[in-house]
């Protein structure tokens, strides 16, 4: 009963172009329930770097609720495909996302990420949060070329947060400089929370309120291209907030990993030279509550469903 997903990485077919296909074929594989999460580790050729430049055809995982791809120096689990609790044996590093119903978004030319050797990301994981417990089947192409642009991830996130039951708007709020060598050239951004989490806005501070995107964390939580092209400077600040509705709940909510707990995540998908150099690549808290004071007002309204 418990069948296997078959993943075969299929190395350079195409000779003329350095590619590879990650075909990950779950074929016949049986998640058992809904909601199931599964994950397949990818190790990449160890002598050569590498550069992600597209994600492509996720889209025809039509039963799959979302996808997200990780890097890993070394995934959690020895086997090819696991139940996903740990990611990586230390830090992952999220890659993309995409969510059923959403396009997928395509990097801009001459950006990838740098992964495989003299890189911390030897492989990829993928991970598949089933929605019904059906066999699937998919497949990510990765071109590899040499790219003028880094692409990056920077993750906003709060965790000291709690919720009151019967609440009709409440506040997680993030704050941070933004501390590198050169500036980052944001083009996606992707919102996070769980079932009362409403609205999640991010903006960039220096001087004025730069909003890079605005996203109702109910909507496919893949992500989604900026709202217009700012340049995040060493120095500016960044801020986050993501707001909740707990009317229907009784209790007190948490930050944590269950459907009974939540989170607040605004991630920032950027490009950026390849010298430049970040202190951090996430912030975590709201390190300048007066920033959130300022923040504009429209950042709690709430969107279309
Ligand atoms: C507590 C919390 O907010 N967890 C988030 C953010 C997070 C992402 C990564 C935390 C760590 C990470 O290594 I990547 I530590 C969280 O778990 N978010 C989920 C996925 O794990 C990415 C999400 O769907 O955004
Ligand atoms: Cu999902
Ligand atoms: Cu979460």
């Not at 609790?85 to 990420?113: H, T, Y």
């Amino acid at each position: 009963l418990v069948s296997v997903m078959i993943i075969t990485m299929i190395f350079p077919l195409v000779l003329t172009q350095k590619e590879i296909t990650l075909d990950a074929v779950m074929k016949s594989a049986k998640p058992t329930r809904n909601d199931e999460y599964l994950c397949s580790s990818h190790k990449l050729p160890a002598n050569e770097e590498l550069y992600i430049t597209q994600y492509k055809a996720i889209a025809d995982a039509g039963r799959a609720h979302h996808i997200l791809l990780f890097g890993c120096d070394e995934p959690a689990v020895d086997s090819k495909t696991w139940h996903c609790g740990r990611i990586c044996k230390s830090q992952e590093q999220i890659l993309f996302a995409w969510a059923k119903n959403a396009d997928p978004l395509v990097l801009p030319d001459g950006v990838g990420f740098r992964v495989g050797a003299n890189t911390q990301i030897k492989y990829i994981v993928v991970q598949v949060h089933y929605v019904h417990p059906l066999p699937e089947t998919f497949k990510i192409s990765f071109s590899f070329n040499r790219q003028r642009y880094l692409a990056g991830i920077y993750l906003l996130l709060a965790y000291s947060v709690v919720i009151p039951g019967k609440s009709e708007k409440v506040h997680a709020d993030i704050s941070c400089q933004f501390k590198a060598s050169g500036p980052i050239y944001p083009f996606g951004y992707r919102t996070h929370a769980h079932s009362l989490g409403r609205v999640i806005t991010g903006y960039q501070v220096n001087g004025t309120y730069h909003r890079i995107g605005k996203g109702n964390p109910q909507w496919p939580q893949a992500f989604y291209p900026v709202e217009d092209k700012i340049v995040i400077k060493p120095g500016d600040y960044l801020t986050g907030r993501c707001t909740y509705n707990s009317t229907g709940r009784g209790r007190s909510t948490y930050i944590g990993a269950t459907a009974n707990d939540e989170m607040c995540n605004f991630y920032i998908m950027f490009y950026m030279d390849a010298n430049t150099r970040l202190q951090y690549h996430s912030c975590a808290g709201n390190n300048f509550p007066s920033l959130i004071r300022n923040m504009p007002k429209d950042a709690d309204v709430p969107l279309p469903p």
